[in-house]
Each structure stands twice: as C-alpha cells, then as structure tokens.
C-alpha cells in the first residue's frame, strides 16, 4: 500500500452564508492557503475577496477559479497550473466531469506525484453525487468546490486468489469535513477530473 497525504484542515461553510449559494470557494481556497502559509492568518474575507469581481458578486464558478488564484498570487508567493485527464476537453472553461473513460489509476497516481512534490489540488465537483445526469435526465452540473490533498492505493483480495488495486483519494470539504472516497466515486458519480494545483514557491 501507497499512501501521501498533506493534511490540510477543513474550514467549514459559515453561518449565515455569504454567498446565497454557498461559500465553498471561499472555504476551499482559505483551508488551502492557511496549510501553505501556517505562519500567516488567513481570514474568510480575505479568501472570499479573491473570488470577487469589481461589482462585488463571486465568480465562483470554474472559469473563476484561475483568476481567484491570481488574484492571491499578488498576496502569497505561490505557483499555479492546471492538470487534466486528456481525454476531457476544453479545460480552461469547464472541469471535464463525466468527458469519456477515466484512467482512475493513473489520475489517482499522478495526483499523488503531485501531493508528493508540494502541490494541493483545488476540483469542483457535484456534491451529492449522482453521475452525469440528475433524476431528470439534464446534465448534472458541478456546484461544490474541494481540496485534494491526499491519494493511496492498495492491493484486495478477490476469490479465486486473485487481486485487485483499489484507489482512493482524501477530499477536504466545507460541507463534509475531511474524507477519504473511492477514486472512481470521485471522478464518476461526483465529476471530478480536472485539477487547479497550486504551490508555495518560496
């Protein structure tokens, strides 16, 4: 067995919420940058600003999301890129959810390489679940932003003396707190795919 994990700590979704439809972007991007910078404090507020446009509304949606973390490169020296399966398309404007086969093994992998080189992973994802289709039959959008910030694998046993290798990844959650779930899980009933990863540079 395989295991990294970072550690990072939850923040859990305030009460009241800021943002009518939830803060998870706000959350998710502060437990990020508090792990990174444990000698700094980093504040809700601080967090949900990098998130707002001119007009004070969030643009807490994917295409939002390289622009939040640039918005807190000008305040934290940190490294940016974004990392997808190939076979998803057009990454810079959606997350990929649901874009064909997923290579669950090598995904989980590839983000354990990155967790072991200091990055954390930054996914959207649907939070209830479901795969790709709602119960009426319209594509189920991804409404929930998440840290990844730990991937393991190990070997089980199945009859007849043969084995299997099961990967899971660890999901830090404002609604859920933090948890371990089954990579294929993640990447087919909650459409994670694409990764925002960032990293202290300093």
């Known amino acids: 067995m395989s295991e990294r994990l970072a550690g990072v700590k939850p923040v859990l979704q305030p009460h009241p919420v800021r943002n009518p439809g939830g803060d998870c972007f706000a959350c998710a991007t502060q437990a990020l940058l508090a792990h990174l910078f444990p000698e700094r404090e980093i504040t809700f507020d601080q967090a949900y600003r990098y998130w707002q446009q001119e007009s004070g509304v969030p643009c807490n949606h994917w295409t939002g999301t390289r622009e939040a973390f640039y918005n807190a490169k000008r305040d934290f020296n940190i490294e940016i890129r974004l990392d997808y399966t190939p076979a998803y398309a057009d990454p810079e404007h959606f997350s990929g959810a649901w874009g064909g086969w997923i290579p669950r093994g090598s995904w989980n992998e590839r983000l354990e390489g990155w967790i072991a080189a200091g990055w954390l992973a930054v996914a959207e994802i649907v939070l209830a679940g479901g795969g790709p289709l709602d119960s009426q039959g319209r594509h189920n959008a991804q409404d929930h932003f998440v840290v990844l910030d730990g991937a393991r694998q190990h070997w089980r046993q199945l009859d ?25 899980d993640l990447l087919m009933k909650h459409g994670a795919g694409a990764l925002w990863l960032i990293r202290r540079e300093d």
């Open 160 to 184: 007849g003396g043969r084995a299997m290798k099961d990967h899971q990844t660890h999901v830090v959650c404002s609604a859920r707190g933090a948890y371990w779930i089954d990579t294929h």
